[in-house]
């Protein structure tokens, strides 16, 4: 009988695992960016991407980390993504506005403590219940 027991709680366990989902991807920076949602979610302090050109920098504040999480049931990979990108940016950007700097450069994304660097792409973790972004990038003053 405990055997049995054993094996039917192994058998749940494994089926747990093998339904756990953290697929990571990359999506494009500029379209999200562009979109309405953008429009309406940020402020009004400059994002610089990967090693994207910016003006010359006065001062710095230092590299700030911004993690953020989102609910992505019944939603596709890709929606999800974008809103909690969008939620990560704004926090930089708030951070920013608070330390009194004028934009966040050098933005890099970094899920699971994963560097990936992009002048185009920004990195997202996903699976059937939630949907994550990582972010780290340098606070200035042009």
């Not at 192994?10 to 990359?26: H, K, N, P, S, Y």
């Not at 309406?40 to 920098?57: I, K, M, R």
Request: overall charge neutral; charged content about 25%; aromatic content about 8%.
């Amino acid at each position: 009988m405990k055997k049995v027991i054993l094996l039917a709680l192994l058998g749940m366990g494994c089926m747990g695992a093998a339904q756990a989902r953290d697929t990571i991807d990359q999506y494009p920076i500029e379209a999200l960016l562009a979109s309405s949602k953008a429009k309406e979610a940020l402020l009004d302090v400059p994002l610089y991407f990967g090693s994207q050109p910016h003006p010359e920098v006065k001062s710095s504040f230092g590299e700030v980390v911004s993690n953020k999480k989102t609910n992505a049931f019944g939603k596709s990979d890709e929606e999800a993504c974008e809103w909690v990108m969008l939620s990560a940016l704004k926090a930089l950007q708030e951070r920013a506005q608070r330390e009194g700097m004028d934009a966040v450069v050098n933005i890099q994304s970094w899920y699971k403590k994963r560097d990936f660097a992009s002048n185009t792409e920004y990195e997202c973790g996903a699976g059937a219940i939630m949907a994550g972004v990582a972010l780290k990038g340098t606070l200035v003053k042009f």
